[in-house]
């Protein structure tokens, strides 16, 4: 199948550390890519890139044929990228639902009526088993809700590639299950998922293709039993003695 | 918040009914009240729209705004400029281009970066507009002060304002069901969750600012014909942007009809103040002020509201006043807790000192 | 007058409001606090000056020695008093930059009302070395000079401070990053207390200056806290150099429009350049990108 999303090159600095060097990357409609890669390897400022949160030094993302590298934040999520963050982010003195109405009504596609998105909203909300905490706030909710709740406005902007950054990241082994079966349907519904990861029963699971990254550059790619037993990839994992 | 409470439609009729009640009321106070009067409830309906329409970029952003004083004064000044060439009506609609144009250049520099340069840039621009004017004013057109005499008298002034608070409370209102309402609720919270959500940040801001900066434009015209003469250092006073964000911090922010609630009090104590301390105004002004935002920070809304969430839960005295007996009953005829007599007392505190030693049981 | 006295001039005026940048950049760089009422502290000093100089014969300069330390104590009371609550009350640097604008925005209005009760509005004006000097072949007036030097004396001082006593080095840390200085041991607390009061007694030293060669009244304060406001942000938050750079050119820009067009129209020339730094470089000219 052709890629949906294509960054070729993608560069990022922050002083002189290099956080990400020359890194491609494409997937395609109901894909889920993993990302790993030890911490400080740059998997989240790639997110940060492809998402529009950071602006790249060098390289080109592509979405669907149309350059998407210039364009800002906003555009790219009416461009039908959007994300999930590492640390959840929701607005505080907000409802959930109004959360997700937000993403109904400024996402991408035609217009949703401020009348409808109220129920669309809802709809979001009852996929993810959270109707009934709709009109909770942030602290008011369990972690595992609140991620939920980010996953909802996500995909309240009809996004087709969606970033996950550590989405299944501190769920019990019951909740990975459904966490699991959430990104299963993701995909299944044709939506392109990039899956920032460190639980590897998940990767393993659900990815049908695996980046690896270490020190802002990509050094591996494959199916994942393959990519995993890789020499260098444990290497980058567990240290040069254990190797 | 999802769709509509339609079960009850006589309460939506006696909510308008009553609204429409109240505007036909207030619009018949010129002939009911002496000229006093009148003038003072000219000056409480300008600050109300001012206040409101505040509220309008403020209260969902929280960027403060010290900027009202410029577009009430250019509101006030183009009038006051234009007023022998054109007629009334036509000045207020140039009034409003220009004070549009002005909210649009301010809010495209500066709500861009960082809310602290909008701040800033709004803090000075009152001052630096009366400057420019006093300057133009002495070195090109010769004149230092303007005459503004037109048929145009309290009473015309006081139902246009009525009008303008009517649109400034019905846009907000609006807004709380509207794309761009939500949008800057979100903005305030968080702008990176609003860029997230695809939400045109800058776009947003300037957008709202605009439409605040254009009441306020309207007001400072409307006021113009009030005062016979005006000049640069009348019509830009920095003491309006200040009294309107104390009304709106009096008021609270988090109701739209919360920094109305601030007007009529502040109102009243300025024009005490006025009267009796004349010198001190702008020092207990200051105090006032500050009060609110220490002790104050969700103004008389907040207290408001506390004060109807105490009503309205349940008095926590379900078991009757005989409860606290039975709790005080019980608590006597509690056992001694020295189940180790005082000797284990001692122990206890043996061995707090001397941890290293283990405490026999 | 040719234009090079004219440039001259502008050096001169800003140096001072070097000084004024500088004292703001402390409270704002180093404190966190956004001193909306800062220039107040300086018309307060001007007043201070004219009163110990017409009713004693007290040279302002020398003044200074009392007036500064006032300045100090006052304003270490203010950020005890007033600014430790809300330091306390905000949970991030923008909640905080928020309430701090609006408490000070208050304190504002007392510190003018009062000083117009306590002065009367009327612009004052006393006459401390008015006569010429002749300097590289131009003639200024001897007090301006005298102002100009004593300002870069006392910004050279503060310079060294910062740049090689621990006590700089810790203000500086707490520039750039508050939870890192904490972390490496700075009391975080007591030492922006400390930079807020040496951003109040810059105050009042470059108050003094100004009160030696312009006249004053009650109102002057607003402009003042605009162009240190102005200056601090061309400069780059927390960059003392910067400051002096951006005061200067301020200096220079006021003292050219003043002499090509108005000498009324101060204020929109720091706006000028403010629009100039919006526009081309938000983060300073001098800030690091």
């Given at each position: 199948m052709a890629a949906l999303l294509e960054a070729e090159g993608l560069s990022k600095a922050f002083g002189g550390l290099v956080?990400?060097?020359g890194v491609s990357l494409s997937v395609s409609p109901g894909e889920v890519l993993g990302l790993i890669g030890p911490n400080g390897s740059g998997k989240t400022t790639l997110l940060n890139l492809i998402a529009g949160t950071t602006r790249p030094d060098a390289g080109a993302i592509r979405m669907d044929g149309e350059d998407v590298t210039r364009l800002p934040n906003h555009l790219r999520v009416r461009r039908r990228i959007n994300r999930t963050f590492q640390l959840v982010r929701m607005p505080a003195n907000l409802s959930a639902i109004e959360t997700v109405m937000a993403g109904v009504l400024y996402g991408a596609g035609e217009r949703v009526p401020f009348k409808e998105a109220g129920y669309v909203a809802a709809g979001l909300l009852g996929e993810l088993n959270l109707l009934l905490k709709a009109d909770r706030r942030l602290d008011q909710l369990t972690y595992i809700e609140q991620k939920r709740v980010e996953l909802a406005r996500a995909l309240a902007t009809r996004p087709s590639v969606l970033l996950l950054d550590?989405?299944?990241?501190?769920?019990g082994a019951s909740e990975l299950d459904g966490g699991m079966s959430v990104v299963w349907s993701l995909a299944a519904r044709g939506i392109a998922v990039v899956l920032v990861e460190h639980v590897m029963t998940a990767v393993r699971a659900l990815c049908g293709r695996v980046m690896v990254m270490n020190a802002g550059a990509k050094i591996a790619e494959g199916p994942p039993e393959e990519v995993l037993r890789n020499a260098e990839v444990i290497r980058a994992y567990l240290g040069d003695e254990d190797a | 918040m999802v769709g509509e409470d339609k079960p009850f439609p006589t309460r939506a009729a006696l909510a308008i009914g009553s609204l429409v009640t109240l505007v036909v009321l207030l619009a018949a106070l010129p002939w009911l009240l002496s000229d006093y009067g009148l003038s003072f409830m000219v000056s409480v309906m300008s600050y109300l729209v001012l206040t409101v329409a505040w509220a309008l970029f403020s209260?969902?952003?929280?960027l403060v705004s010290l900027a009202t004083s410029a577009f009430f004064g250019v509101g006030m000044y183009t009038v006051a400029m234009l007023i022998k060439l054109m007629p009334l009506y036509a000045t207020f609609a140039v009034a409003l281009g220009v004070g549009a144009l002005l909210a649009g250049v301010v809010g495209v520099l500066t709500l861009r970066i960082a809310g602290m340069f909008f701040v800033i840039f709004g803090f000075g621009l009152s001052e630096m507009i009366r400057q420019l004017m006093v300057w133009w004013e002495i070195n090109k057109t010769h004149t230092m002060g303007r005459y503004v005499f037109v048929p145009f008298d309290a009473t015309l002034i006081y139902e246009h304002l009525l009008g303008l608070a009517v649109i400034v409370f019905f846009v907000g209102w609006q807004l709380r069901r509207a794309r761009l309402g939500l949008a800057l609720m979100v903005i305030g919270e968080d702008e990176t969750v609003a860029r997230q959500v695809g939400v045109n940040v800058p776009f947003a801001k300037v957008a709202i600012f605009v439409v605040s900066a254009m009441f306020m434009t309207m007001t400072g015209a409307l006021m113009a014909p009030r005062y016979g003469f005006i000049n640069p250092n009348f019509a830009f006073n920095p003491l309006v942007s200040f009294q309107v964000v104390i009304m709106a911090f009096l008021g609270g922010l988090q109701r739209l009809w919360g920094p109305a609630l601030g007007v009529i009090p502040l109102i009243i104590l300025s024009e005490l103040l006025q009267t009796e301390f004349p010198f001190w105004f702008s020092v207990l002004l200051g105090i006032v002020f500050m009060v609110i935002v220490y002790f104050?920070?969700?103004g008389v809304t907040g207290l408001i509201e506390d004060g109807w969430k105490a009503l309205g839960r349940?008095?926590?005295?379900q078991r009757g006043l005989t409860g606290p007996l039975v709790d005080a009953w019980g608590w006597m005829s509690r056992p001694i807790i020295l189940p180790r007599g005082i000797a284990g007392a001692i122990e206890d505190v043996w061995v707090k000192i001397a941890p290293q030693t283990k405490g026999r049981r | 007058m040719p234009v090079i006295e004219v440039i001259f001039g502008g050096v001169i005026l800003g140096g001072l409001y070097a000084l004024v940048a500088m004292g703001f950049n402390l409270q704002y760089g180093v404190a966190r606090i956004v001193n909306l009422a800062y220039g107040e502290f300086l018309m307060t000093a001007a007043f201070a000056a004219f009163w110990m100089f017409t009713l004693f014969g007290v040279n302002p300069i020398l003044g200074m020695f009392l007036s500064v330390p006032a300045a100090f104590g006052a304003n270490w009371l203010i950020y005890r008093v007033l600014m430790t609550p809300l330091a306390r009350r905000a949970r991030t640097r923008d909640q905080l930059e928020g309430e701090t604008i609006l408490a000070t925005f208050g304190l504002l209005f007392v510190l003018r009302g009062a000083a117009t009760i306590a002065f009367t509005a009327n612009d004052r004006y006393y006459d401390y070395l008015g006569e010429p000097l002749r300097l590289l072949g131009f003639t200024f007036a001897a007090n301006r000079v005298l102002a100009f030097a004593t300002a870069g004396v006392i910004a050279t001082a503060v310079w060294v401070v910062l740049q090689f006593t621990r006590f700089g080095v810790a203000l500086r840390a707490l520039a750039i990053d508050p939870v890192g200085a904490q972390l490496v041991g700075v009391d975080v607390r007591r030492l922006s207390a400390l930079a807020f009061a040496c951003g109040g007694a810059l105050a009042a030293a470059a108050g003094t200056l100004v009160s030696t060669f312009l006249s004053f009244n009650p109102a002057i304060g607003i402009e003042f806290t605009m162009k240190a406001l102005v200056v601090v942000i061309m400069g780059g938050i927390g960059n003392m150099l910067g400051s002096l750079a951006a005061g200067l050119m301020l200096g220079v820009a006021e003292a050219l429009c003043s002499y090509y067009v108005d000498s009324g129209l101060t204020l929109a020339v720091a706006y000028a350049l403010f629009l100039i730094v919006l526009v081309v470089r938000p983060r300073g000219l001098f800030g690091t990108a």
């Amino acid at each position: 199948m052709a890629a949906l999303l294509e960054a070729e090159g993608l560069s990022k600095a922050f002083g002189g550390l290099v956080a990400v060097n020359g890194v491609s990357l494409s997937v395609s409609p109901g894909e889920v890519l993993g990302l790993i890669g030890p911490n400080g390897s740059g998997k989240t400022t790639l997110l940060n890139l492809i998402a529009g949160t950071t602006r790249p030094d060098a390289g080109a993302i592509r979405m669907d044929g149309e350059d998407v590298t210039r364009l800002p934040n906003h555009l790219r999520v009416r461009r039908r990228i959007n994300r999930t963050f590492q640390l959840v982010r929701m607005p505080a003195n907000l409802s959930a639902i109004e959360t997700v109405m937000a993403g109904v009504l400024y996402g991408a596609g035609e217009r949703v009526p401020f009348k409808e998105a109220g129920y669309v909203a809802a709809g979001l909300l009852g996929e993810l088993n959270l109707l009934l905490k709709a009109d909770r706030r942030l602290d008011q909710l369990t972690y595992i809700e609140q991620k939920r709740v980010e996953l909802a406005r996500a995909l309240a902007t009809r996004p087709s590639v969606l970033l996950l950054d550590e989405w299944l990241s501190g769920l019990g082994a019951s909740e990975l299950d459904g966490g699991m079966s959430v990104v299963w349907s993701l995909a299944a519904r044709g939506i392109a998922v990039v899956l920032v990861e460190h639980v590897m029963t998940a990767v393993r699971a659900l990815c049908g293709r695996v980046m690896v990254m270490n020190a802002g550059a990509k050094i591996a790619e494959g199916p994942p039993e393959e990519v995993l037993r890789n020499a260098e990839v444990i290497r980058a994992y567990l240290g040069d003695e254990d190797a | 918040m999802v769709g509509e409470d339609k079960p009850f439609p006589t309460r939506a009729a006696l909510a308008i009914g009553s609204l429409v009640t109240l505007v036909v009321l207030l619009a018949a106070l010129p002939w009911l009240l002496s000229d006093y009067g009148l003038s003072f409830m000219v000056s409480v309906m300008s600050y109300l729209v001012l206040t409101v329409a505040w509220a309008l970029f403020s209260g969902p952003t929280r960027l403060v705004s010290l900027a009202t004083s410029a577009f009430f004064g250019v509101g006030m000044y183009t009038v006051a400029m234009l007023i022998k060439l054109m007629p009334l009506y036509a000045t207020f609609a140039v009034a409003l281009g220009v004070g549009a144009l002005l909210a649009g250049v301010v809010g495209v520099l500066t709500l861009r970066i960082a809310g602290m340069f909008f701040v800033i840039f709004g803090f000075g621009l009152s001052e630096m507009i009366r400057q420019l004017m006093v300057w133009w004013e002495i070195n090109k057109t010769h004149t230092m002060g303007r005459y503004v005499f037109v048929p145009f008298d309290a009473t015309l002034i006081y139902e246009h304002l009525l009008g303008l608070a009517v649109i400034v409370f019905f846009v907000g209102w609006q807004l709380r069901r509207a794309r761009l309402g939500l949008a800057l609720m979100v903005i305030g919270e968080d702008e990176t969750v609003a860029r997230q959500v695809g939400v045109n940040v800058p776009f947003a801001k300037v957008a709202i600012f605009v439409v605040s900066a254009m009441f306020m434009t309207m007001t400072g015209a409307l006021m113009a014909p009030r005062y016979g003469f005006i000049n640069p250092n009348f019509a830009f006073n920095p003491l309006v942007s200040f009294q309107v964000v104390i009304m709106a911090f009096l008021g609270g922010l988090q109701r739209l009809w919360g920094p109305a609630l601030g007007v009529i009090p502040l109102i009243i104590l300025s024009e005490l103040l006025q009267t009796e301390f004349p010198f001190w105004f702008s020092v207990l002004l200051g105090i006032v002020f500050m009060v609110i935002v220490y002790f104050l920070p969700r103004g008389v809304t907040g207290l408001i509201e506390d004060g109807w969430k105490a009503l309205g839960r349940p008095l926590e005295l379900q078991r009757g006043l005989t409860g606290p007996l039975v709790d005080a009953w019980g608590w006597m005829s509690r056992p001694i807790i020295l189940p180790r007599g005082i000797a284990g007392a001692i122990e206890d505190v043996w061995v707090k000192i001397a941890p290293q030693t283990k405490g026999r049981r | 007058m040719p234009v090079i006295e004219v440039i001259f001039g502008g050096v001169i005026l800003g140096g001072l409001y070097a000084l004024v940048a500088m004292g703001f950049n402390l409270q704002y760089g180093v404190a966190r606090i956004v001193n909306l009422a800062y220039g107040e502290f300086l018309m307060t000093a001007a007043f201070a000056a004219f009163w110990m100089f017409t009713l004693f014969g007290v040279n302002p300069i020398l003044g200074m020695f009392l007036s500064v330390p006032a300045a100090f104590g006052a304003n270490w009371l203010i950020y005890r008093v007033l600014m430790t609550p809300l330091a306390r009350r905000a949970r991030t640097r923008d909640q905080l930059e928020g309430e701090t604008i609006l408490a000070t925005f208050g304190l504002l209005f007392v510190l003018r009302g009062a000083a117009t009760i306590a002065f009367t509005a009327n612009d004052r004006y006393y006459d401390y070395l008015g006569e010429p000097l002749r300097l590289l072949g131009f003639t200024f007036a001897a007090n301006r000079v005298l102002a100009f030097a004593t300002a870069g004396v006392i910004a050279t001082a503060v310079w060294v401070v910062l740049q090689f006593t621990r006590f700089g080095v810790a203000l500086r840390a707490l520039a750039i990053d508050p939870v890192g200085a904490q972390l490496v041991g700075v009391d975080v607390r007591r030492l922006s207390a400390l930079a807020f009061a040496c951003g109040g007694a810059l105050a009042a030293a470059a108050g003094t200056l100004v009160s030696t060669f312009l006249s004053f009244n009650p109102a002057i304060g607003i402009e003042f806290t605009m162009k240190a406001l102005v200056v601090v942000i061309m400069g780059g938050i927390g960059n003392m150099l910067g400051s002096l750079a951006a005061g200067l050119m301020l200096g220079v820009a006021e003292a050219l429009c003043s002499y090509y067009v108005d000498s009324g129209l101060t204020l929109a020339v720091a706006y000028a350049l403010f629009l100039i730094v919006l526009v081309v470089r938000p983060r300073g000219l001098f800030g690091t990108a």
